[in-house]
């Protein structure tokens, strides 16, 4: 059991495998299938009448091929397996995987019929699947080999140059006839389950990493609260909402008082224990539709919808209250003060005010705040600052990116790849009637095909008149229907009504039209197999699970019902095609155009919607995971992420044995920059301190945003003297950068730096080398600033 829950659990995060481990999936399903078909061999020559069901005298040389491709496949894997710990992304591994599992598939489906069912499912469902857990360019190889490979074997079918479904004969009774259907289901039911599974399960991992990642990008590591980024995106939202609606917005910036001497009087980790704290007691303190993001260092933004001044004065005023009531002790037992300054504006007079200028003029209430005693509110005007001609931003940056010099045809495709890829945030009706409109376009298209194939001489013999008018007909009337559908869904869209059982109604209708289109050409027939995998998987895509498995269920029982009846002769199989006696396994031009015809479609939507769909979650979960890790207002790796590398870089330096140094800078009087030139200008302080740093550094080395005005420098394999030279070199170029305030004046920038190396004691974690850092960065500052102090920590003692 235990084991059981391993694999489970690993089966879970399939996405996190690498490039290789991911590879081995479809060689080891290869390998299994090829298992299944070498049991099936088996069971068909223990049967007395075995010549009457297949061509036995081919069982048993595709025995010893099939037994081939097992020992290739198993090869493979423990190539794979060895391979997953030198070259773990190893891309040409990931074509010779994909190409196997292509090549021996489609040569599966040739022995019991290139136009099969189990042709179908595979050629269908295989790239979906792949798109799933290998790389987009591998698939697209891998897809095209592989259709061109059972596109060659159909062809050289009806030329007669090799037999078709050379394993199996055609059903002549009954008997054979359960035999013949019996099979296909065999051989296409493991693809089924597998292909549907493996969507279903990596689909809804993908999900939850998505929303984890996500939530990891808009939250503050220390504190819980939105981030700079996002409580910014919520800030341009709600007054986006404001200007619309009309309820006035209440925005206050907030500012711990004294809070750099808290970090030099009692450490660093009380400074952040009084960050955690007052955002727990603002969270408290807000209501329920209000929003609390860490805006900087120590200052916090407050979103208060749909509050006039004198609702917030009231809000704000107890938040400052709490604070001051905070109760917090260092280490030592000694009390820390806290208290903080608040800066309060509103849009009620001025609602088409933008969100930069609410918070320049909360700034600026703040900065009177904080010049008038600390502790305590001050509310700004907005009218005045707007009036005096600052412009509100009222675009966000999507709407300024320019598109131009694109060619018009070239501009209305990219539309169209964009709005593919973008249908995961359609609404629940528009993606209705996308699958809507999708079964319309098949409709129109069997409609066209059996009005020409009536009055085209070559293919009169081939074709059942009568029931091509009655497919005519037929399809005539479910387009109307499909229109009506259509409008109905785009009513209750325009009008913003969601039809819960619309899903139940869209996931059905494709389904049982998709079968019942294929019936026509053979319920076994590729088409039916296409459908069978590409609707649960596009699906799985679109809509809920409990939709999408009733209607895979629905058509997986129609299909299954019908070939039975056929094979009983309830039903005649493949009634659009004429000729004497059943249909089962013919093959001619006709029949290969027509089942094309009938498969391309829909193999060709699947396919390209898991292109788009697959490539934008990649693409999306990528700048999503970049902005987890990234520090939104200098682009440098954020709290979270550096603090990960120094943990990794401790462990690494401990195995391997060359020294680690970590520096934490902080530059000198941020506090007094911000108070006399205000925010934006210790936001480009920020910004150019970052690159600066970056600039410095060697490629090995990382910088990262520790706190406010802090950073974190990690230093790999670096002795202490080397260490010191590199910190020298930024403090130089730190204090030669050139900042300038909003007035045009210099803004002289400098900073401290501790430094620590664990040279001579690889055993120290990473807690303590930042302690030690921290208690350098103290001295540093103690001795006059702009200066760097190194440190180094204990020897490890002889018994460790």
């Known amino acids: 059991m235990q084991k059981l829950d391993a694999w489970r659990r690993k089966l879970a995060t399939i996405q996190e495998w690498s490039g290789v481990e991911r590879a081995i999936i479809p060689i080891v399903l290869t390998g299994l299938i090829y298992l299944q078909y070498f049991c099936w061999g088996l069971f068909v020559l223990s049967l007395d009448?075995?010549?009457?069901?297949?061509?036995?005298?081919?069982?048993?040389?595709?025995?010893?091929?099939?037994?081939?491709?097992?020992?290739?496949?198993a090869a493979l894997c423990l190539l794979g397996m060895r391979l997953r710990r030198t070259q773990p992304e190893a891309i040409w591994f990931q074509h010779l995987s994909a190409n196997f599992y292509g090549v021996c598939l489609v040569w599966g489906g040739y022995l019991v019929g290139s136009l099969s069912l189990p042709a179908g499912i595979v050629l269908a469902g295989a790239p979906i699947m792949g798109f799933l857990i290998l790389d987009?360019?591998?698939?697209?190889?891998?897809?095209?080999?592989?259709?061109?490979?059972i596109l060659l074997f159909n062809l050289a079918a009806v030329g007669e140059w090799l037999p078709y479904a050379p394993l199996l004969r055609s059903p002549v009774d009954t008997g054979s006839a359960l035999f013949w259907v019996s099979s296909h289901l065999f051989f296409a039911m493991p693809h089924l389950l597998v292909n549907t599974a493996i969507c279903a399960v990596v689909l809804a991992q993908w999900r939850r990493r998505e929303a984890q990642v996500l939530a990891l990008?808009?939250?503050?590591?220390?504190?819980?609260?939105?981030?700079?980024?996002?409580?910014?995106?919520?800030?341009?939202?709600?007054?986006?909402?404001?200007?619309?609606?009309?309820?006035?917005?209440?925005?206050?910036?907030?500012?711990?008082?004294?809070?750099?001497?808290?970090?030099?009087?009692?450490?660093?980790?009380?400074?952040?224990?009084?960050?955690?704290?007052?955002?727990?007691?603002?969270?408290?303190?807000?209501?329920?539709?209000?929003?609390?993001?860490?805006?900087?260092?120590?200052?916090?933004?407050?979103?208060?919808?749909?509050?006039?001044?004198?609702?917030?004065?009231?809000?704000?005023?107890?938040?400052?209250?709490?604070?001051?009531?905070?109760?917090?002790?260092?280490?030592?037992?000694?009390?820390?003060?806290?208290?903080?300054s608040f800066g309060l504006v509103c849009n009620d007079t001025v609602p088409d005010v933008s969100g930069e200028l609410l918070i320049h003029a909360a700034d600026m209430a703040l900065y009177q705040a904080k010049h008038s005693g600390r502790n305590r509110v001050v509310q700004g005007d907005v009218a005045?600052?707007?009036?005096?001609?600052?412009?509100?931003?009222?675009?966000?940056?999507?709407?300024?990116?320019?598109?131009?010099?694109?060619?018009?045809?070239?501009?209305?495709?990219?539309?169209?790849?964009?709005?593919?890829?973008?249908?995961?945030?359609?609404?629940?009706?528009?993606?209705?009637?996308?699958?809507?409109?999708?079964?319309?376009?098949?409709?129109?298209?069997?409609?066209?095909?059996a009005l020409v194939?009536?009055?085209?001489?070559?293919?009169?013999?081939?074709?059942?008149?009568?029931?091509?008018?009655?497919?005519a007909w037929a399809q005539l009337a479910q387009c109307v229907l499909s229109l009506l559908l259509i409008g109905l869904v785009l009513r209750y869209r325009r009008r913003g009504v969601k039809v819960a059982w619309f899903d139940y109604l869209a996931t059905q209708?494709?389904?049982?039209?998709?079968?019942?289109?294929?019936?026509?050409?053979?319920?076994?027939?590729?088409?039916?197999?296409?459908?069978?995998?590409?609707?649960?998987?596009?699906?799985?895509?679109?809509?809920?699970?409990?939709?999408?498995?009733?209607?895979?269920?629905?058509?997986?029982?129609?299909?299954?019902?019908?070939?039975?009846?056929?094979?009983?002769?309830?039903?005649?199989?493949?009634?659009?095609i004429s000729v004497q006696g059943p249909a089962w396994q013919l093959m001619s031009p006709l029949w290969l155009t027509t089942t094309y015809l009938f498969f391309v479609p829909v193999m060709v939507i699947g396919v390209a919607l898991a292109d788009q769909i697959f490539g934008r979650w990649r693409e999306r979960e990528t700048q999503v995971r970049a902005m987890s890790l990234t520090d939104a207002l200098t682009g440098v790796h954020n709290r979270r992420s550096v603090l990960g590398l120094l943990d990794r870089e401790v462990a690494r330096t401990f195995r391997l044995g060359p020294p680690l140094a970590v520096v934490i800078m902080d530059l000198?009087?941020?506090?007094?920059?911000?108070?006399?030139?205000?925010?934006?200008?210790?936001?480009?302080?920020?910004?150019?301190?970052?690159?600066?740093?970056?600039?410095?550094?060697?490629?090995?080395?990382?910088?990262?945003?520790?706190?406010?005005?802090?950073?974190?420098?990690?230093?790999?394999?670096?002795?202490?003297?080397?260490?010191?030279?590199?910190?020298?070199?930024?403090?130089?170029?730190?204090?030669?950068?050139?900042?300038?305030?909003?007035?045009?004046?210099?803004?002289?920038?400098?900073?401290?730096?501790?430094?620590?190396?664990?040279?001579?004691?690889?055993?120290?974690?990473?807690?303590?080398?930042?302690?030690?850092?921290?208690?350098?960065?103290?001295?540093?500052?103690?001795?006059?600033?702009?200066?760097?102090?190194?440190?180094?920590?204990?020897?490890?003692?002889?018994?460790?």
């Open 49 to 73: 009448d075995s010549d009457r069901f297949t061509h036995s005298a081919l069982l048993w040389p595709q025995a010893m091929v099939l037994l081939a491709i097992m020992i290739a496949a």
């Open 136 to 149: 987009r360019r591998v698939m697209l190889v891998a897809i095209t080999v592989a259709f061109l490979n």
């Open 217 to 340: 990008s808009l939250t503050d590591v220390l504190t819980g609260v939105h981030n700079r980024r996002s409580i910014l995106a919520l800030l341009e939202s709600e007054v986006a909402r404001s200007r619309r609606h009309g309820p006035p917005l209440a925005v206050a910036l907030l500012d711990l008082d004294h809070f750099k001497r808290i970090n030099d009087s009692f450490g660093h980790p009380a400074g952040d224990a009084v960050l955690q704290a007052a955002a727990r007691e603002l969270g408290a303190t807000l209501r329920q539709n209000d929003a609390l993001g860490r805006f900087g260092g120590e200052e916090f933004l407050l979103l208060l919808p749909q509050t006039t001044p004198a609702e917030a004065a009231v809000v704000v005023e107890r938040c400052r209250a709490r604070l001051a009531a905070l109760d917090l002790r260092s280490d030592q037992g000694q009390p820390i003060p806290v208290s903080a």
């Open 384 to 449: 005045a600052l707007f009036a005096a001609g600052t412009a509100p931003l009222t675009h966000t940056l999507a709407g300024v990116i320019a598109t131009g010099g694109e060619h018009g045809w070239w501009k209305r495709w990219r539309g169209w790849q964009q709005m593919a890829a973008g249908v995961l945030e359609w609404t629940l009706m528009a993606r209705v009637a996308l699958v809507l409109c999708l079964v319309l376009t098949m409709q129109v298209g069997v409609l066209i095909y």
């Open 453 to 471: 194939v009536q009055w085209l001489p070559a293919a009169a013999a081939q074709v059942d008149a009568e029931f091509a008018r009655g497919l």
């Open 509 to 576: 209708y494709f389904s049982l039209s998709m079968v019942a289109m294929g019936y026509g050409v053979g319920v076994f027939c590729m088409s039916s197999g296409a459908v069978l995998t590409v609707g649960p998987m596009v699906g799985f895509i679109l809509f809920r699970r409990a939709p999408v498995v009733a209607a895979a269920v629905s058509a997986l029982a129609t299909i299954v019902a019908l070939a039975y009846a056929c094979a009983l002769g309830w039903l005649p199989y493949a009634p659009l």
């Open 668 to 800: 000198d009087h941020f506090k007094k920059i911000n108070d006399t030139w205000g925010h934006p200008t210790g936001d480009r302080v920020l910004q150019q301190a970052a690159r600066v740093i970056a600039g410095s550094l060697r490629g090995s080395d990382t910088v990262g945003r520790f706190g406010g005005e802090e950073f974190l420098l990690l230093l790999a394999d670096t002795s202490m003297e080397g260490a010191v030279a590199l910190a020298e070199r930024c403090r130089a170029q730190l204090a030669a950068a050139v900042v300038t305030a909003d007035d045009g004046g210099p803004v002289a920038v400098s900073a401290s730096f501790g430094l620590v190396s664990n040279e001579g004691n690889f055993t120290v974690d990473g807690e303590a080398l930042i302690k030690a850092a921290d208690e350098a960065l103290y001295r540093a500052k103690q001795d006059g600033r702009n200066r760097v102090v190194a440190v180094r920590v204990p020897a490890a003692s002889a018994s460790s």
